[in-house]
T-cell receptor, first 115, second 112 residues
């Protein structure tokens, strides 16, 4: 099992460009998450999908959109990238949203730089 | 605002010693507690979960939970240089919330 996979691993964008970060999991998990990690700020939740067909905002959703394509895949889109979105982005998944907060497993991350 | 607090460190311990990492949380209703290890440039890796008061041991790792004091700790026995990493404490707020709130992490350095 590959666990949680993310593409791309690295990306450089110019201000105003758009891109989609892809995430897939093969653990048959119901819930998926997108985080960003910045120095001194820790991990912050951008969006989550408690189950297939649902998505909700997390702590820092502005400037992002998500799509839960199916049970396996959860994508994050930056419509018009800004330098403030320079960060490391992690996708994670867990078996269930309602099981008292399940154990989350993380992908390898995407390192995004916006110039 | 629900918060999870950790000392940023760095915490430096000699090889073979016990490393003690601490975490406090603000939401008394929190139900689930997790410790993640993150090596530089890598993603967080789950190493321990704890759900009830007391101690939970897994190899060289022991997680301790005290809900009354809103305190979680991680002990690493016989610390090795390979344990050098940032350790993240994560808390599930409980109720209808399935998300995790992460602390900013404590950087541990184990000196040979």
């Amino acid at each position: 099992n590959a666990g949680v996979t993310q593409t791309p691993k690295f990306q450089v964008l110019k201000t105003g460009q758009s891109m989609t970060l892809q995430c897939a999991q093969d653990m048959n998990h119901n819930s998926m998450y997108w985080y960003r990690q910045d120095p001194g700020m820790g991990l912050r939740l951008i969006y989550y999908s408690a189950s297939e067909g649902t998505t909700d905002k997390g702590e820092v959703p502005n400037g992002y959109n998500v799509s839960r394509l199916n049970k396996r895949e959860f994508s994050l889109r930056l419509e018009s990238a800004a330098p403030s979105q320079t960060s490391v982005y992690f996708c994670a998944s867990s078996e269930s949203w309602l099981a008292g907060g399940g154990e989350q497993f993380f992908g390898p991350g995407t390192r995004l730089t916006v110039l | 605002q629900k918060e999870v607090e950790q000392n940023s460190g760095p915490l430096s311990v000699p090889e073979g010693a016990i490393a003690s990492l601490n975490c406090t949380y603000s939401d008394r209703g929190s139900q689930s507690f997790f410790w993640y290890r993150q090596y530089s440039g890598k993603s967080p890796e789950l190493i321990m979960s704890i759900y009830s008061n007391g101690d939970k041991e897994d190899g060289r790792f022991t997680a301790q939970l005290n809900k009354a004091s809103q305190y979680v700790s991680l002990l690493i026995r016989d610390s090795q240089p390979s344990d050098s990493a940032t350790y993240l404490c994560a808390v599930n707020p409980g109720g209808s919330q399935g998300n995790l709130i992460f602390g900013k992490g404590t950087k541990l350095s184990v000196k040979p």
